[in-house]
């Protein structure tokens, strides 16, 4: 028998093997290529690549999650080391799933839900422990479909067009139960081209029982163009004529995590909440003393120039201000409502109010607005003062 017959005859046999790989070699497999750079061989031989395809034949959705970072990776790239814990325990769910629209490739990567899971100190925290203490975590990657990279974070590319995500609620309005209303907000990175966002709001467990979606698309708004609520059904779905990139994600949570009475109590605080009460002792203490303990906080601190920005206010009454680095970017907002009754109640203009905070420790950054003379709303970031 000629040599070519017996290499035909070994190929056959270890194609028709049933065998599945033992994990611990996959696992191994999973950390070479992760080591290795792999370079195209100048010459090939067919049936090199055959045998090697025989050994450790892998799903093609498996491969391509290898494509991005895992969420334990981008929380640890983020600098987040007890996040990234949580999403490698067993309370995190893992998805790695891609939807294709337009020019892009979304990817939920993950989700996890808890307390205190997080080592940075957000102010979304600092404002609703007592009240919802518990949040989720979600990362998503937004790739180009034509395998082209993002341009960096500070390019003007994301000032024109921008994404969002944010979890919406199955039978609830999405125009007031979103990312925004949930206390929400978002810090992303940009490695070898691709975006890797990661949101935090309120805990969505929950409304498990209900069913929860996550919208990841282009622009940095929702509207009834992008997506359609059927009030009478409570389902939510994509508009086929939206013209911008859009997907929507359903959510695996397990049911048996839902709290319908809490949920109900959450959904009363969001509608009390969007109530003008001008005269609230809460409010007034609100006011007084937690943001004044910002303010003074960053009164020596350092303001970052090319972060002046005009504040821009959506159809919604939402002020959004972004702040971006080389490294990341973090979105900050606050009802406009909020903003001219409480916020800037009595305040002279020109003089700058604490929205936000994000990063920990030396590297803190506070976000600030402030109603110029020409009532214009501003924002800027001002690193702590060291």
């Known amino acids: 028998m000629e040599k070519n017959e017996q290499l035909e005859q070994l190929l056959k046999l270890a194609l028709s093997s049933t065998a599945e790989p033992d994990n611990n070699i996959n696992q191994k497999i999973k950390s ?59 309370n995190a769910i893992n998805i790695n799933k891609s939807a294709t629209c337009g020019d892009y490739i979304f990817t939920l990567l993950g989700i996890t839900s808890g307390t205190n899971l997080s080592s940075i100190k957000t102010s979304s925290q600092d404002m609703n422990q007592d009240i919802n203490p518990d949040k989720t975590y979600a990362v998503v990657s937004i790739a180009r479909k034509d395998g082209n990279p993002l341009p960096e974070l500070k390019d003007n590319f994301y000032f024109e067009n921008g994404f969002i995500v944010t979890p919406l609620i199955k039978g609830l309005n999405p125009w007031e139960v979103n990312i925004f209303s949930m206390n929400g907000g978002a810090i992303e990175c940009l490695i070898d081209g691709i975006i890797y966002r990661m949101i935090e709001c309120d805990s969505i467990e929950m409304f498990a029982d209900r069913g929860v979606y996550l919208y990841v698309g282009t622009g940095r708004f929702l509207n009834n163009s992008k997506i359609i609520y059927y009030e009478e059904t409570g389902e939510i779905t994509l508009n086929p004529d939206n013209e911008e990139a859009g997907v929507l994600f359903d959510l695996p949570l397990d049911k048996s995590k839902a709290d319908p009475e ?11 909440a969007n109530l003008n009460e001008e005269d609230s002792p809460s409010s007034e203490v609100d006011s007084k003393d937690e943001h004044n303990d910002w303010d003074e906080e960053f009164d020596n601190g350092i303001v970052i120039p090319e972060s002046i920005k005009e504040v821009t206010i959506n159809e919604k009454g939402f002020a959004i201000y972004e702040y971006k680095d080389s490294n990341r970017k973090s979105n900050a907002g606050a009802s406009l409502d909020y903003l001219l009754n409480h916020k800037f109640k009595d305040t002279e203009p020109g003089v700058w109010k604490t929205i936000s905070i994000f990063g920990d420790g030396d590297n803190e950054i506070a976000i600030q607005f402030s109603i110029d003379e020409n009532g214009v709303l501003m924002g800027r970031a001002v690193k702590k003062a060291k």
């Open 32 to 90: 070479k290529i992760n080591e290795v750079k792999i370079t195209p061989a100048v010459k090939r031989r067919t049936a090199a690549i055959l045998v090697a395809a025989a050994i450790v034949i892998m799903s093609v959705s498996a491969f391509a999650a290898w494509q991005y970072l895992s969420p334990n990776q981008v929380a640890k790239h983020l600098g987040d080391d007890a996040l990234a814990e949580a999403f490698n325990s067993e």
């Open 262 to 272: 809490k949920a109900e109590q959450y959904l009363k605080g969001l509608t009390d």
